[in-house]
């Protein structure tokens, strides 16, 4: 069997592949194609999104294909940002750009608590009009500097409570075992060997 990543960010291929590669399937990414679409986010919600991303690339591909969509939930500023999380500070900005302008949104509010959630659904799209979705979502607190070199996105701002650790500070193996991505994707696991015992 064959699976396409259906994104185009390095990094989440990175981590999607580590937690995906020592199953009996082949992983396909945007390197695998001589063209490979750049899907629209046109969805208001994150299953919305994820949906539309991998069926756009089951459909380019005629493979299964595999998309996330992620968001960062701050409660002192009602969800945001959101679905829009990667492009909160504008279109084409960098993850730092992100970082520094939810920083300075969470300056507006000193006496709210500086909870967040990471939120990433996953959807499979098989063929033939069969979609499934599956949802990991973590807990943490948004630090008031951006620190670390490790990971992408809000990781450098996202601190996890239990570990006393941000995102940034951990190893691919320590953040897949309790990001949301890494809790979505091992759900995607189980669903993925699920559909191969089925087609036995």
């Not at 001589?34 to 690339?57: R, S, W, Y």
């Not at 959101?82 to 730092?96: F, H, I, K, Q």
């Amino acid at each position: 069997m064959q699976l396409v990543l259906a994104t185009n960010n390095r990094d989440k291929i990175r981590e999607m592949k580590n937690l995906l590669d020592d199953l009996p399937v082949t992983i396909l990414t945007r390197d695998d194609f001589l063209e490979f679409p750049d899907v629209e986010e046109t969805g208001t919600t994150l299953e919305e999104n994820a949906i539309l991303k991998a069926h756009a690339i089951a459909e380019f591909c005629d493979l299964p294909a595999l998309a996330d969509d992620s968001g960062l939930e701050v409660d002192a500023l009602n969800g945001a940002p959101g679905v829009y999380s990667s492009r909160y500070a504008g279109d084409n900005v960098t993850y730092a750009e992100n970082n520094r302008k939810l920083i300075s949104e969470l300056a507006k509010h000193p006496d709210q608590p500086r909870t967040a959630r990471f939120r990433c659904v996953i959807a499979i799209d098989w063929g033939n009009g069969n979609i499934e979705t599956l949802e990991g979502r973590v807990n943490g607190v948004i630090a008031n500097e951006i620190d670390g070199s490790d990971g992408f996105g809000y990781d450098p701002i996202f601190l996890h409570p239990p570990s006393g650790k941000r995102f940034s500070e951990m190893t691919i193996d320590e953040k897949n075992l309790i990001s949301h991505r890494g809790l979505a994707l091992q759900k995607a696991r189980d669903l993925i060997i699920e559909h191969l015992n089925r087609a036995r």
